[in-house]
Nanobody
Framework: QVQLMESGGGLVQSGGSLRLSCAASGSIFSIAVMGWYRQVLGKQRELVASITSSSITNYADSVKGRFTISRDNAQNTVSLQMNSLRPEDTAVYYC?????????????WGQGTQVTVSS
Protein backbone atom coordinates (compact mmCIF):
# COMPACT_ATOMS: atom_id res chain seq x y z
CA GLN A 1 0.00 0.00 0.00
CA VAL A 2 1.03 3.63 -0.61
CA GLN A 3 0.19 6.49 1.75
CA LEU A 4 0.19 10.11 0.50
CA MET A 5 0.49 13.08 2.89
CA GLU A 6 -0.17 16.60 1.55
CA SER A 7 0.84 19.96 2.99
CA GLY A 8 1.09 23.63 1.99
CA GLY A 9 -2.53 24.60 1.38
CA GLY A 10 -3.90 27.89 2.64
CA LEU A 11 -5.18 31.36 1.79
CA VAL A 12 -3.40 33.64 -0.68
CA GLN A 13 -4.23 36.87 -2.50
CA SER A 14 -4.85 36.98 -6.25
CA GLY A 15 -1.50 37.17 -8.06
CA GLY A 16 0.33 35.52 -5.18
CA SER A 17 2.13 32.18 -4.90
CA LEU A 18 1.74 28.96 -2.96
CA ARG A 19 3.71 25.68 -2.84
CA LEU A 20 2.09 22.28 -2.21
CA SER A 21 4.06 19.19 -1.16
CA CYS A 22 3.17 15.49 -1.14
CA ALA A 23 5.19 12.75 0.58
CA ALA A 24 4.74 9.10 -0.44
CA SER A 25 5.40 6.28 2.02
CA GLY A 26 4.83 2.54 2.30
CA SER A 27 5.29 0.39 -0.82
CA ILE A 28 6.66 3.21 -2.99
CA PHE A 29 8.38 0.90 -5.49
CA SER A 30 7.17 0.99 -9.12
CA ILE A 31 5.28 4.32 -8.87
CA ALA A 32 5.10 5.37 -12.53
CA VAL A 33 3.31 8.74 -12.28
CA MET A 34 2.53 11.23 -9.51
CA GLY A 35 0.28 14.23 -9.94
CA TRP A 36 -2.05 16.84 -8.53
CA TYR A 37 -5.82 17.05 -9.09
CA ARG A 38 -8.30 19.64 -7.83
CA GLN A 39 -12.03 19.63 -7.15
CA VAL A 40 -14.71 22.20 -6.30
CA LEU A 41 -17.87 21.02 -4.49
CA GLY A 42 -20.41 19.94 -7.10
CA LYS A 43 -17.79 19.83 -9.86
CA GLN A 44 -15.76 17.00 -11.41
CA ARG A 45 -12.24 16.36 -10.12
CA GLU A 46 -9.74 17.50 -12.77
CA LEU A 47 -6.04 16.96 -13.48
CA VAL A 48 -3.81 19.94 -12.69
CA ALA A 49 -0.32 18.52 -13.36
CA SER A 50 1.53 15.19 -13.42
CA ILE A 51 5.12 13.96 -13.55
CA THR A 52 6.52 10.53 -14.49
CA SER A 53 9.41 8.62 -12.92
CA SER A 54 11.58 9.94 -15.78
CA SER A 55 10.47 13.55 -15.04
CA ILE A 56 8.15 13.99 -18.04
CA THR A 57 5.52 16.59 -17.09
CA ASN A 58 1.96 17.33 -18.19
CA TYR A 59 -0.20 20.36 -17.32
CA ALA A 60 -3.81 21.43 -17.69
CA ASP A 61 -4.18 24.28 -20.18
CA SER A 62 -5.62 26.54 -17.47
CA VAL A 63 -2.42 26.38 -15.36
CA LYS A 64 0.24 26.05 -18.06
CA GLY A 65 2.94 28.68 -17.59
CA ARG A 66 1.82 29.44 -14.01
CA PHE A 67 2.26 26.12 -12.15
CA THR A 68 5.36 23.89 -11.99
CA ILE A 69 5.43 20.28 -10.76
CA SER A 70 8.68 18.68 -9.53
CA ARG A 71 10.09 15.66 -7.63
CA ASP A 72 12.92 15.37 -5.11
CA ASN A 73 16.10 13.34 -5.68
CA ALA A 74 14.72 10.27 -3.90
CA GLN A 75 11.52 10.48 -6.00
CA ASN A 76 9.35 9.88 -2.96
CA THR A 77 7.95 13.44 -2.78
CA VAL A 78 6.29 15.69 -5.33
CA SER A 79 5.72 19.46 -5.15
CA LEU A 80 3.50 21.92 -7.00
CA GLN A 81 4.71 25.53 -7.22
CA MET A 82 1.70 27.75 -8.00
CA ASN A 83 2.38 31.31 -9.21
CA SER A 84 0.09 34.09 -10.46
CA LEU A 85 -2.83 32.51 -8.61
CA ARG A 86 -6.38 33.45 -9.60
CA PRO A 87 -9.69 33.15 -7.70
CA GLU A 88 -10.74 30.38 -10.11
CA ASP A 89 -7.82 28.29 -8.79
CA THR A 90 -9.70 27.96 -5.48
CA ALA A 91 -10.35 24.25 -4.84
CA VAL A 92 -9.38 21.21 -2.78
CA TYR A 93 -6.12 19.87 -4.21
CA TYR A 94 -5.41 16.10 -4.10
CA CYS A 95 -2.10 14.27 -4.52
CA UNK A 96 -2.25 11.14 -6.71
CA UNK A 97 0.11 8.20 -7.32
CA UNK A 98 -0.12 5.60 -10.11
CA UNK A 99 1.74 2.35 -9.32
CA UNK A 100 2.37 -0.31 -11.99
CA UNK A 101 3.98 -3.79 -11.80
CA UNK A 102 3.63 -5.67 -15.08
CA UNK A 103 -0.09 -6.14 -15.78
CA UNK A 104 -1.02 -4.84 -12.31
CA UNK A 105 -2.04 -1.18 -11.81
CA UNK A 106 -2.90 0.61 -8.55
CA UNK A 107 -4.05 4.19 -7.86
CA UNK A 108 -3.73 6.08 -4.55
CA TRP A 109 -5.04 9.45 -3.28
CA GLY A 110 -4.11 11.87 -0.53
CA GLN A 111 -6.67 13.38 1.87
CA GLY A 112 -6.79 16.74 0.05
CA THR A 113 -5.67 20.25 1.03
CA GLN A 114 -7.70 23.46 0.64
CA VAL A 115 -6.36 26.28 -1.54
CA THR A 116 -8.27 29.58 -1.42
CA VAL A 117 -7.38 32.58 -3.61
CA SER A 118 -8.97 35.92 -2.70
CA SER A 119 -9.68 38.62 -5.29
Amino acid sequence: QVQLMESGGGLVQSGGSLRLSCAASGSIFSIAVMGWYRQVLGKQRELVASITSSSITNYADSVKGRFTISRDNAQNTVSLQMNSLRPEDTAVYYCNADKRRGIWQFNYWGQGTQVTVSS
